[in-house]
């Protein structure tokens, strides 16, 4: 399957130069451009992109709020964002995880990381080390500000096995780490989590994190 990506950033020599690393991939295509984060959200509803790689800082509309945008929109459910910037600080990290991105990258990565980025994000992974998510989901997303992103109630539809998952998921483990720690098969935790993630209604792994994070089944000082 022929993964389609769409590119918003505002600066035309950036989006040729990523459009030439991802065109090295038989499996990747670019169906389009944005210059700006209106013509993102345009240009998603149009082309229905597997992966929309964001740039943060862009006129009319700025990428975080065209990443709200679009991840708001029942409809766009199957576009993932990938934000892509040169500001990589921790409250970008935050906030793109908040407006609903599946990951997030410097635009300092070579082509190959690149590549490797589209799939997992276009796969349902989110693409943050664990390092990186528990730390930076610590500290801003279970910050006592922020307002729950939904009831822990909601856990409540959750099995103790899929409470399980997701708590690891917060952690920034991937199906195959958590597998070997449970000694379980990568496919029964995938299972495990898609299924959570139907019932919380998370569009993708970094959703389960704020949700985890948020609701309190995973605690910064756990």
């Given amino acids: 399957m022929t993964l389609r990506v769409l590119l918003a950033d505002d600066q035309a020599l950036l989006r040729e130069a990523f459009r030439t690393l ?32 964001m740039d943060i800082r862009m006129p009319e509309m700025d990428g975080l709020a065209a990443t709200s945008e679009i991840c708001a ?12 910037t040169t500001y990589e600080t ?27 980025a589209v799939r997992t994000i276009a796969d349902g992974e989110t693409l943050l080390s664990p390092t990186a998510t528990r730390a930076l989901v610590a500290r801003f997303l279970a910050s006592p500000d922020d ?8 856990l ?24 070997e720690r449970e000694f379980l098969s990568p496919f029964t935790v995938r299972a495990h ?5 139907t019932k919380l209604h998370a569009r993708d792994r970094a959703q389960l994190v704020v949700i985890a994070y948020q609701t309190g089944l995973v605690r910064a000082d756990s």
């Fill in 90 to 116: 921790d409250e970008h990290v935050a906030q793109a995880l908040r407006a609903g991105a599946s990951g997030f990258i410097g635009k300092g990565i070579g082509a190959a990381d690149l590549l490797a």
């Fill in 193 to 197: 989590v898609q299924r959570a993630m």
């Fill in 22 to 53: 991802l065109d090295t991939g038989d499996d990747i295509t670019v169906v389009g451009e944005a210059g700006d984060g209106k013509e993102a959200v345009k240009l998603t509803r149009e082309l229905r992109p597997d992966v929309v790689i």
């Fill in 156 to 179: 409540a539809e959750l099995t103790p096995r899929e409470r399980e998952m997701v708590a690891l998921v917060a952690t920034g483990l991937s199906n195959s780490e958590i597998a």
């Fill in 73 to 84: 929109d029942p409809e766009l459910h199957a576009s993932r964002i990938l934000i892509l």
């Fill in 147 to 154: 307002a729950p992103a939904q009831p822990p109630e909601q």
